[in-house]
């Protein structure tokens, strides 16, 4: 069954320092969404990604966080200078049209020391 | 504005046995998904069932089955004969369109533990 995919599953950064979170949507998917989970506290929506550009984003998702599809496969999450507060697991989800289920994946674990 | 509310931060159930997980939520909206997932220790979020709301009959996936009581905007998930691999965090989730994109409303969670 196609899966969503998300590298690294662990990222340790120093704060400050600018990291990228990847992920690879199912192949056939067309909305590509991220989401945040701090550690204890519910999944919130970050941001959600169609035809190249955001569709709608969360007041969490500020003008340190931006998104990309830097070719036809990976769909990255870019904060430009991390925060102790950016500690948070990341999930990707994607879905094949607005209205379908959306998939997520593994997450990535992103510690910001 | 739409919440979902999962009032039971743990659970346990032996082995083989039935356990229900409560999620409510709240919404004006007439049309909408309600969704249980499941988040084993490996991370991954893992779909095990969906309710849509215009349907009546409760959603039925093997061993997990819902409760959908729109009306009293409860949303409860039957695990029967339970196994050592339900062991998990389950997330229930309401979808929500929100300016044109639909967007996933979680609840806090229940971690459910499968005794042997």
């Known amino acids: 069954e196609p899966e969503v995919t998300q590298t690294p599953s662990h990222q340790v950064t120093q704060m400050g320092q600018e990291v990228i979170l990847r992920c690879v949507p199912i192949s056939n998917h067309l909305y590509f969404y991220w989401y945040r989970q701090i550690l204890g506290q519910k999944v919130e929506f970050l941001v959600s990604f169609y035809n190249n550009e955001i569709s709608e984003k969360s007041e969490i998702f500020d003008d340190q966080f931006s998104v990309e599809r830097p070719d036809g496969s990976n769909f990255t999450l870019k904060i430009r200078s991390t925060k102790l507060e950016d500690s948070a697991m990341y999930f990707c989800a994607s879905s094949l049209e607005l209205s379908n289920i959306q998939y997520f994946g593994a997450g990535t674990r992103l510690s910001v020391l | 504005a739409q919440t979902v509310t999962q009032s039971q931060p743990e659970m346990s159930v032996q082995e083989a046995e039935t356990v229900t997980l409560s999620c409510t939520y709240d919404?004006?909206?007439?049309?909408?998904?309600l969704f249980w997932y499941k988040q084993p220790p490996s991370r991954q979020m893992i779909l095990v069932i969906r309710q849509e709301a215009y349907k009546q009959q409760n959603a039925t996936e093997n061993r997990f089955s819902v409760n959908f009581q729109k009306a009293a905007k409860s949303f409860s998930l039957k695990i029967s004969d339970s196994q050592l691999g339900d062991a998990a965090m389950y997330f229930c989730?309401?979808?929500?369109?929100?300016?044109?994109?639909?967007?996933?409303?979680f609840g806090t969670g229940t971690r459910l533990k499968v005794l042997a």
């Open positions: 989730a309401y979808r929500h369109r929100d300016s044109g994109t639909y967007k996933y409303i």
């Open positions: 919404t004006s909206e007439s049309d909408y998904y």
